[in-house]
């Protein structure tokens, strides 16, 4: 992942807050600070709503409707995201601030592959962040399979049973990064990959940064790619491949705001990225948790609540090209800065329309990829869980794969979690009898492309995750109490796996 250098940090504001533990809203009673935390989070479970933060959807929709129809960053349309939000937050009294930062900045020209002969066909490719180009019209060239095995097309032994010269490598996903494989196949003097899934869903990758493409490469789907597997074992297959990329470097910025009160050495953040992907305007992936957290932070500006801690909000850029929003401000925090960080909460695609209701898994409790997060982690997972439980609501666990902000702030040893509604995963029968919606469907079918608008949304999850936002804000402004009290692990009711294998964390792609 690209290093960004993030410009210098405001010295942080405001508010803390801690755990709330009062009936149904966290765990336990105790007097003091608890009986605030109480308060306070039942006033903001109350006020904040989906109906009302949809209105800020409504502003994301507009601004992407008037900007080559994306939000992304460095374009015209996160522009205007991020001035929108400064605006409101503004007005609400926080003092707000942008950070600025340089970032490489991609956008895809073109992305085509048809099968030239024996039988001509159409197949979706999605060109891999920091891909090399073809030419305009790209080229003609035949199809050579890579062997598979555990690292198929990971090293040069791989390549040696046939010639790639002048071909285009087709190869399985796994075993290393895809910019290890498209590196392998290069040096085997082939002019283009493509990598096909080992799960079901399209693959959207990235070579990690620029300058790591050495050929022109994309992403297909798991059965697009065997169908290919397929036509080679009976005849020698031709493709015209062309994979285009705008590589360039522009500034974009992060919007942090924060009460003017409450204790600087406890404080509280939650964040959501507010950039979209250039194909499309990304109401779910992420308007839905860049105005959860809006609502959230205006109706504690309207409560009469004076935090004990300090609260701090903000809205990441550029994660879509590998968390550089969140990485910049992270590396830009002092010693002492982080380690006034008590914690933070993340919230992507909160509004999935076939979607779960995911946990991140603090205490790798579920066993599946990452392992635990820092101390504090399983204490957040609980109590979001414990609170999700008062109000009768189904969940399940989801790994830390890495894929979203939360990243660079376990990266560092700051406690972390937060929710999260699914992306190109796939639903389960399980999930379905649970949650409802579709089994065998994607949980956001629009997942990184251009029908993910205001149509894109499940108000119901929407409404559910605010009220998790809302909660977590009235309980750590003013009690952290709870991220000290031990955690007995409990595996998640979910299929494992389900909710937190490599294959449905959220973002590009970088490994197998």
Known sequence: MAVVAATALATPLLLGAAPNHGHGHGPGHSKGPSKEAVKLSRELVKNASARDAYRHLQQFQAI????????????????????????????????????TFRFPYTETLAEKLAVVSPTPRDVTIKAMTYTPSTRVGGLTAGLVNV????????????????????????????????????????????????????????????????????????????????QLVADLAG????????????????????????????????????????DSVTEGPGINDNGSGSAGLLEVAQELAKSKSKPANKVRFAWWSAEENGLLGSEAYVAGLSEKQRQQIKLYLN????????????????????????????????????????FLDS??????????????????????????????????????????????????????????????????????????????IANAV?????????????????PSTGTPGSGGGLHDGHGHEVTE
């Open 474 to 490: 009235g309980t750590y402004a003013h009690d952290l109490r709870s991220l000290t009290r031990p955690v007995k692990p409990v």
């Open 64 to 99: 992407a409707d008037s900007a080559d129809g994306h939000r992304a960053a460095g374009s015209l349309g996160h522009d205007a995201s991020a001035a929108y939000v400064y605006r409101q937050l503004q007005r609400s009294g926080y003092q707000v601030s942008y950070q």
């Open 391 to 468: 109000k009768g609501k189904k969940h399940e666990g989801t790994d830390f794969t890495g894929r979203s902000d939360y990243g660079p702030f376990i990266e560092v040893g700051i406690p972390s979690g937060g929710t999260f509604t699914g992306a190109e995963g796939i639903k389960t029968a399980a999930q379905a009898r649970t949650y409802g919606g579709q089994a065998d469907v994607a949980y956001d079918p629009c997942y990184h492309a251009a029908c993910d608008d205001l149509s894109n949304i499940s108000m119901r999850h929407f409404d559910v995750n605010i009220d998790v």
């Open 235 to 274: 005849s020698e297959v031709t493709v015209s491949f062309e994979v285009r990329q705008l590589q360039e470097e522009r500034t974009t910025r992060n919007v942090i705001a924060e009460t003017r009160g409450g204790k600087a050495a406890n404080t509280v953040v939650l964040g959501a990225h507010l």
């Open 147 to 226: 062997p598979v095995d555990d690292t198929s097309g990971c090293e040069a032994s791989d390549y040696a049973s046939a010639n790639f010269t002048g071909k285009i490598a087709l190869i399985k996903r796994g075993g290393c990064t895809f910019a290890d494989k498209q590196a392998a196949a290069a040096a085997a003097g082939a002019a283009g990959a493509v990598i096909y899934n080992n799960t079901e869903g399209l693959l959207s990758g990235t070579l990690g940064e620029v300058g790591a493409g050495r050929i022109p490469t994309g992403g297909v789907s798991q059965e697009e790619g065997e």
């Open 347 to 386: 919230f992507d695609m909160i509004a999935s329309p076939n979607g779960v209701q995911f946990v991140y898994d603090g205490d790798d409790s579920d066993g599946v990829g990452a392992g635990p997060g820092p101390e504090g982690s399983a204490q957040l997972e609980r109590d979001i869980n414990k």
